[in-house]
């Protein structure tokens, strides 16, 4: 999507803006966890990409509990490095 369409220009500045005080505090947390989360990535041979998913899933919040109960920041990236050594 382009930044200029509508839908982005809300989300940022919902993010930028709104909520810039928990962005910061998220992105304070992903400088801690990310490098972990990228190193894992690389040594099981998965996209980088992946080492977001606990940005958008859960903030980088270790003490995250999801609906289906997936626990901590990481629990997506640890189910995709466990199927990885399955292949």
């Known amino acids: 999507p382009h930044a200029e ?5 809300r989300y940022l500045h919902r ?11 998220v992105l304070r947390r992903a400088r801690r966890y990310l490098p972990v989360a990228l190193e894992g990535m690389q040594r099981q041979g998965l996209p980088a990409e992946l080492a977001c998913l606990p940005l958008v899933e859960s903030a980088f919040e270790p003490r995250c509990v999801s609906s289906a109960g997936a626990a901590g ?12 050594k399955t292949r």
């Not at 990236?77 to 199927?83: F, V």
Request: charged share 25%.
């Open 15 to 25: 993010l930028l803006e709104e909520r810039r005080s928990t962005t910061d505090h």
């Open 73 to 84: 920041a990481s629990a997506a990236c640890l189910a995709c490095s466990s199927s990885s």
């Open 5 to 9: 369409e509508p839908t982005v220009r």
